[in-house]
């Protein structure tokens, strides 16, 4: 079975690719925005909302080819885990990337002698245990931890507890793949071989990944920049829509556009 992606939208292509245990439906907010000047494509990763029968892994080396084959020529944004599919395909395919939107995402997501901007290194190893023994309460724990420090953390939750399973829970299997994924990556030494320009938001209230890892990755990065929002935590789409949309749309503007695109739009 092959993954699915929906789109939305007028204009050059937008993917968006979801966190961990959420499914592309979450970034409606962002598609109300931004539908009238981009065809935004929501990708449900192997496992997750309606790809949940998909038999793929969840790894972004064994997907970035399919990726890039049904959305060519797309900036790519990836949320949290997603952010690790959305630079793999950039990457791997630097001629078929206009650019990569990082939103609450890091190129290395647990804390070390290097890089203080992570969590602990327990942490994912514990929800990884958690999950056997309260697959759900570990999931509904995992969307509190989301939506902490945002000062809108009770509207936040309320969002994600609202709409995390409307396509189904996700497979187990591939939760305790992402949950490797967040434990073990280490991105930094290749993003300084990002060739596409890439944007950072960050929340600066953010739990899981701390506000200072977006700047750090940025300046890893070649034509990157990043913008931290003051009030918002691990979901800034959902609490900050309009200034998350806002910086997206000011990137994608300022990017060359695609040749013999006739529907790219101004302004």
Known sequence: MTLHIESHGQGPS???????????????????RLADRYTLHLVDLPGHGHSRDSTLPLSPEALSDELVAR?????????????QFALRVALDHPEAVRGVVMVASSPRFVSGEDW???????????????????????????????????????????????HAFERGEPAERVLQEGLLLLDRVDLREELTRLKAPSLW?????????????????????????????????HAPFLSATAQVADAIDQFVQALPPVPGDNKRLAG
């Open 14 to 32: 937008l993917a968006l690719v979801h966190g961990w245990a959420m499914h592309g439906g979450l970034f409606m907010p962002l598609v109300e």
């Open 116 to 162: 203080p901007h992570g969590v602990g290194p327990d942490l994912f190893r514990d929800f990884g245990a958690a999950l056997r023994r309260d697959f759900r309460g570990t999931l509904e724990g995992f969307l509190a931890l989301e939506s902490l420090g945002s000062a809108t953390a009770q509207e936040d939750l309320r969002n994600l507890k609202g």
């Open 201 to 233: 938001i960050s929340g600066r209230r953010d739990r899981l990944v701390p506000a200072g890892a977006m700047p750090a990755a940025a300046k890893l990065a070649h034509a990157a920049r990043s913008v931290v929002i003051a009030n918002a935590g």
């Open 71 to 83: 959305v060519p020529d797309a900036v790519w944004l990836g949320w949290s885990l997603g952010g």
